[in-house]
């Protein structure tokens, strides 16, 4: 089998029209996906996009379509996704425009994500499952360690998976039988007014998801107000996430959450820049004593992290508490598996950020691969769940008592519906068309 053609769709959403996404950064999102199919001459194609939130999408597609002289025409029976995904990331005319961040690493992301659907596709196994079966030495090899040795070396990281051989059948079958924890941030838009963020902080409660998250950041007195009303709504105890999408520095990110201290934030997320390694201890050390009773405030990101690199020097420095894995951000599957490596080296909780379109499809099959053979442990980790645009996949997530339930459809779960990919094709598709 070969693969012989690269597809590639610019899909947009018009998310704007509602403020759905809407954050103290980006008001007004149209979310959408640079989308791909690896058309093969067999019965199994691949399935990838890369999440922009739309201007811009277009440039992500045309960055996917240079890619297309390393995919078309390679043996699918003898691919190799850890020197497929080396390929992709070391071509060095491409990876001059940014190495291994910015868009050419958005578009190598897509199609390595594309490769495992289709390897997953063809095993007759959901993502997460295939990754399970993989032994140690694979998955290892699966990892490109240039830049990650000076904090875990290949050794160490077989050693790891091999400590948690044991009872990864007996996890799986959890996993089947009853899911993943979830928060939701379908409450906490910004564009929300008061009365919908109660609303649906208190359906959230109610569900059973594990948190809601609610985004700040525009105006400390409407944060005040709004974060009052969902904590008095929801009860003093229940955890409430705030998510500052990068709008602060470092001197205002401390003084901004420590006047939002005492109403008990879960964690911040995003308190400033990605790229603020240094930035990120500071604020972690800043709010050290800055909840309830002089308790810590945690500081979560990962969303906008570039690289696995990136990722190294946030552990390394003892930045945050929480790291936040994106399926389409860095390279793919096997740049995310380095990460969940490290967090677990690290000892640190991985809840990955979803939402948008499809991220919630991808990242759960990373999550729960996360359980079953890497951290082992469910203690302090939930998956992001956004309630929208689930409805154009063929395999969408499904909740159930604010869990994720475990997919079990061959693959990625990263296929759209045709009649999706033609309605909303930007700028000639009929959603697009009269705009």
């Not at 297309?68 to 995904?85: H, I």
């Not at 969902?230 to 996430?241: H, T």
């Not at 099959?365 to 082992?376: K, N, R």
Request: glycine share 10%.
């Amino acid at each position: 089998m070969k693969v012989i053609d690269l597809r590639v769709r610019d899909i947009r959403f018009p998310t704007s029209r509602s403020l759905d996404g809407s954050d103290a950064m980006n008001p007004d999102p149209d979310y959408s996906a640079a989308y791909i199919e690896l058309v093969t001459d067999g019965e199994t194609d691949g399935h990838g996009f890369t999440f922009t939130i739309g201007r811009g999408n277009d440039i992500c597609a045309a960055a996917i379509a240079a890619l297309a002289p390393y995919v078309v025409g390679r043996e699918v029976d003898t691919l190799d996704l850890g020197e497929f995904s080396r390929r992709l990331t070391h071509d060095s005319q491409l990876r001059w425009l940014g190495p291994e961040k910015g868009v050419m690493h958005l578009a190598a992301g897509a199609v390595i994500n594309a490769a495992w659907d289709l390897a997953a596709r063809r095993a007759g196994l959901p993502l997460w499952q295939y990754l399970t079966s993989l032994s140690p030495d694979t998955i290892v090899d699966c990892v490109d360690w240039r830049y990650l040795t000076d904090a875990l070396t290949p050794a160490a990281a077989r050693d790891l998976l091999a400590d948690r051989l044991p009872g990864r059948a007996e996890r799986a079958e959890e996993l089947l039988a009853g899911g993943y924890p979830a928060y939701t941030t379908s409450a906490g838009w910004l564009g929300y007014d008061d009365a919908k963020v109660t609303r649906r902080a208190l359906r959230a409660q109610a569900d059973g998801f594990a948190m809601v998250k609610l985004k700040v950041g525009a105006d400390l007195h409407d944060d005040l107000r709004r974060f009052t009303a969902a904590r008095e709504a929801l009860g003093p105890d229940f955890p409430i996430g705030i998510d500052a999408n990068q709008r602060w520095g470092v001197g205002e990110a401390i003084g901004w959450v420590s006047a939002l201290g005492h109403l008990g934030p879960y964690w911040i997320e995003e308190p400033t820049s990605p790229d603020e390694i240094l930035g990120h201890a500071a604020i972690r050390t800043g709010l050290a004593h800055a909840g309830p009773g002089g308790s810590p405030i945690r500081v979560a990101t990962g969303e906008h992290v570039h690289n696995r690199i990136m990722f190294k020097q946030l552990l390394q420095a003892d930045a945050v508490d929480v790291v936040q894995i994106d399926s389409a951000r860095v390279a793919g599957v096997n740049e995310n598996l380095a990460i969940l490596l490290m967090a677990a080296a690290f000892g640190k909780p991985v809840c990955p950020h979803a939402g948008g379109v499809g991220l919630c499809e991808l990242v759960q099959h990373l999550s729960f691969f996360d359980y079953t053979s890497v951290s082992a442990s469910l203690s302090g980790r939930m998956i992001e769940y956004v309630d929208h645009l689930h409805e154009h996949f063929a395999d969408p997530v499904r909740i159930v008592n604010g869990r994720y339930a475990a997919p079990v459809a061959p693959g990625f779960s990263a296929r759209m519906h045709e009649e999706s990919l033609t309605r909303y094709a930007f700028p000639d598709g009929p959603e697009w068309k009269d705009v």
